[in-house]
C-alpha cells in the first residue's frame, strides 16, 4: 500500500529526503515538497527520476501549514525546516490529523537553547489525538539514540557509559563553511558545553574538553571536543547509565575561524543597530558564508559517527561496545546530489516515516516519542537496507583519555 507523505524544508537534507522516499513508490506513492521558496522545491523535483508536488509555505504560519495539509492530505508531515518551526508544524499536523517526524528538536529564536520539553509537552495532546510525533529522527539525534536502545536490548544488562562520537573527515575545499545551516551549527558549538554524570549535568566552558581519537577506515586520528547535544536530554531521561557524552571533530582552521568570530561578536542572537536598521549578527554571517547545500560536488573524504558504550553485559560481565556508519560524501552526491552530513540526516528521517507507515503496531503509537523508547530491530534493519550500514566492534582498551 502506498501512502501520501509531505516534506518541508527544501535545503540539504529535504533534498536527501524527497530522493531517498521517491526510490520507494511503493510506500512513498504521492511526495509533496514544501518551502517558503517554491524554486527551491521545484529544482529538487527536476533531479528525480519520477513527478512529486511542490508548494510554498510559511512554516511559521500555522492557518498557511494547515491549509496545504488540508488539501494534500498526508499521513505523515518529515519536518525538516528550521528547528525554530517544530511548534508551529506540530501545531498545524495536530489540527490537520496528520502523523509528525522531525530531526531536530525545537530552538527558540532569541535564546542559544535546545530543549525537548517544549515538545515534550505536546504528549497528551498527540495522545488525545490519536497521532504520533516521532522527534529527532536524523542521525544525531536518532541513529545514536537507536544504537543505544540496540546495544541494550541485545548487548548489555546495564549501560555504565555512554560517548557518542562525530566526525567529520570531510574536506570541501573553503576557508570556512558549515556542513549544515550555519546559524544552527554555530549555535551549537559556540554555547557551553555540557555533559551527564551521577544524575547532573556538568557544564564546561565551550570546546573545554579535547581529546584525540582514532577512527576506522582509514580516518585515522582526529580531535574531538566536548558538546552539549540534544540527544543526550532523551537518552538519560529513557535509559538509566552513570556518563552520558558527546564528541565532535573540528579542525584547527574551523577553531581559528569561529574563535576570531565569537570575539568580533559575529556569532551573537540579539539585534544590533547598523546604519539604523537592527540586524542579528549570526544571520548576517549566514548570508556571507556558502550555502550548505552547494558544498556536495566539492567535498571529498568520509564521515564516522557512533556510539562507545561500555557497561554490563547480558553474562554480567564488564562489557565494552563501539558501533558505528561510515559515509562516503562523494558516494553520498552521486545518489542524491548531497554531502554526506545532509545524507546521514536525511536517510533517517526517511525510515522512520517508512516505519510509521508500514509498521504501524511498533510506530504508531498515540503520543509524543523519541526514538530509543521504540522497538531498535526493524530501524536497525532498515539502516543496512537503505545506505547506512553500520558496524559492531568490541574494543579491548577503554576509549582513549580515560
Known amino acids: 500500500m502506498s501512502h501520501r507523505v509531505?516534506?518541508?524544508?527544501?535545503?540539504?537534507?529535504g533534498r536527501v529526503v524527497v530522493h531517498k522516499c521517491a526510490q520507494q513508490p511503493d510506500v512513498f506513492g504521492e511526495i509533496m515538497l514544501a518551502s517558503r521558496t517554491k524554486s527551491k522545491c521545484d529544482s529538487i523535483a527536476a533531479e528525480l527520476k519520477r513527478p512529486i508536488q511542490t508548494a510554498a509555505v510559511?512554516?511559521?504560519?500555522?492557518?498557511e501549514l494547515v491549509k496545504l495539509l488540508k488539501s494534500f492530505k498526508p499521513e505523515v508531515v518529515i519536518n525538516v525546516a528550521l528547528p525554530y518551526q517544530d511548534l508551529t508544524i506540530m501545531d498545524a499536523c495536530l489540527e490537520a490529523g496528520v502523523h509528525y517526524i522531525d530531526t531536530a528538536n525545537y530552538e527558540p529564536r532569541d535564546v542559544a537553547k535546545f530543549e525537548y520539553h517544549w515538545q515534550w509537552a505536546y504528549q497528551e495532546r498527540f495522545k488525545?489525538?490519536?497521532l504520533t510525533a516521532l522527534l529527532g529522527c536524523g542521525f544525531d539525534p536518532g541513529v545514536t539514540n537507536v544504537y543505544t536502545a540496540y546495544a541494550l536490548k541485545h548487548h548489555f544488562s546495564k549501560i555504565d557509559t555512554l560517548d557518542i562520537i562525530d566526525c567529520n573527515a570531510g574536506d570541501h575545499g573553503k576557508a570556512f563553511a558549515t556542513n549544515f545551516n550555519p546559524e544552527i551549527n554555530l549555535r551549537e558549538v559556540t554555547a557551553n558545553g555540557r555533559y551527564w554524570e551521577n544524575d547532573?549535568?556538568?557544564e564546561t566552558k565551550p570546546l573545554e574538553i579535547k581529546r584525540s581519537f582514532s577512527?576506522?577506515?582509514g580516518?585515522?586520528?582526529?580531535?574531538i571536543y566536548c558538546l552539549y547535544h540534544e540527544e543526550l536530554e532523551s537518552l538519560t531521561k529513557h535509559i538509566p547509565m552513570r556518563r552520558a557524552r558527546f564528541w565532535m571533530t573540528f579542525g584547527d582552521a574551523y577553531i581559528k575561524h569561529m574563535e576570531?568570530?565569537?570575539?568580533v561578536g559575529m556569532t551573537g542572537i540579539h539585534p544590533v543597530k547598523h546604519k539604523g536598521v537592527d540586524i542579528i549578527p549570526i544571520e548576517f554571517l549566514k548570508t556571507l558564508l556558502p550555502e550548505p547545500g552547494t558544498l556536495g560536488p566539492d567535498t571529498k573524504g568520509k564521515t564516522c559517527i557512533g556510539n562507545w558504550i561500555e557497561g554490563t553485559g547480558k553474562d554480567g560481565k564488564p562489557l565494552r561496545y563501539y558501533v558505528y556508519n561510515i559515509c562516503d560524501h562523494q558516494d553520498c552526491y552521486k545518489e542524491t546530489n548531497s554531502q554526506g552530513v545532509s545524507y546521514t540526516t536525511g536517510v533517517p528521517a526517511m525510515i522512520a516515516a517508512?516505519?510509521?507507515l508500514t509498521n504501524p503496531a511498533e510506530y504508531r503509537q498515540p503520543g509524543v516519542w523519541n526514538v530509543e523508547q521504540l522497538n531498535p530491530d526493524p530501524f536497525m534493519k532498515d539502516l543496512n537496507a537503505y545506505g547506512l550500514p553500520w558496524v559492531e566492534t568490541w574494543p579491548t582498551e577503554k576509549m582513549p583519555g580515560e
Open 260 to 263: 576570531v568570530l565569537v570575539n
Open 128 to 130: 488525545q489525538a490519536g
Open 58 to 63: 510559511d512554516a511559521d504560519n500555522v492557518p
Open 354 to 356: 517508512r516505519q510509521l
Open 215 to 217: 577512527f576506522p577506515d
Open 6 to 13: 509531505l516534506i518541508i524544508g527544501a535545503g540539504g537534507v
Open 219 to 223: 580516518i585515522g586520528p582526529k580531535n
Open 200 to 202: 547532573q549535568w556538568v
